[in-house]
């Protein structure tokens, strides 16, 4: 099995100021998801890995030196482009990009494409693990996780319209457990069939598959207070749940 892993950041951020080359609990945001991909290719599932690659999509020079300074591995580099470097840019685009030039740059094919957002730095080695088993075994086009939703829109979520609020989805359900189970996105981890991406594919259309991820662990990073929020949530997580701390102490 041949793996590229991706890693995307832009430089800048409008929410959190240069939030990808920020330092979280101590140590460079990026490097918690190349300990997490460093402990996957350590461990006993790794075996069936013929080949892995490493690169980073980005315009920014920050971010490039802490890449290439990482002491994990040795990482590839794409110098973004200004088209695909736009708040509208869909992510896809850039993972696409990147498995094009690195496939040209190292003369390979991949069997599956595997990135890891930036700004969800508590993930464990068992979900990078779930991910590419998940992936590999079903033949999904695309494989992402997702946590548990608080919230479901058949029972306890609304929307406005024209004359007031009305239920997201209508139903006669009384009782939330009577509802469909409903999943968050939680832009942690994603898995792509290359071939899904080189035709142009998204997540409108296609073979989809999903992997449960702790439900409080990942939350989006777009205010200052929710990197405040995280840190502290990771400090708890780290203290209790030795798989979260395995992450942050292989840094």
Known sequence: MNILFTICGRAGSKGIHNKNIRDFCGKPLVYYSLSAIDLYLKSEEAGAVDRYDLVLSTDSPELIKLIEDNPFMKANVINRSENLSGDTVAKKDVIWDCLDRMEERMQTSYDVVVDLDITSPLRTVADVKNLIETH???GADITYSVTTS??????????????????????????RQQAPEVYDMNASLYAYRPGHLKAGGDFNEGYFEAIVMYDTAVLDLDHENDFELMELIAGYLYDKKPEFAEVYKNI
């Open 136 to 138: 590999m075994k079903t």
């Open 150 to 175: 608080r919230r479901n829109p058949y029972f306890n979520q609304v929307v406005r319209t024209d004359k007031g609020f009305k239920k997201a989805i209508i139903s006669e359900f009384t009782a």
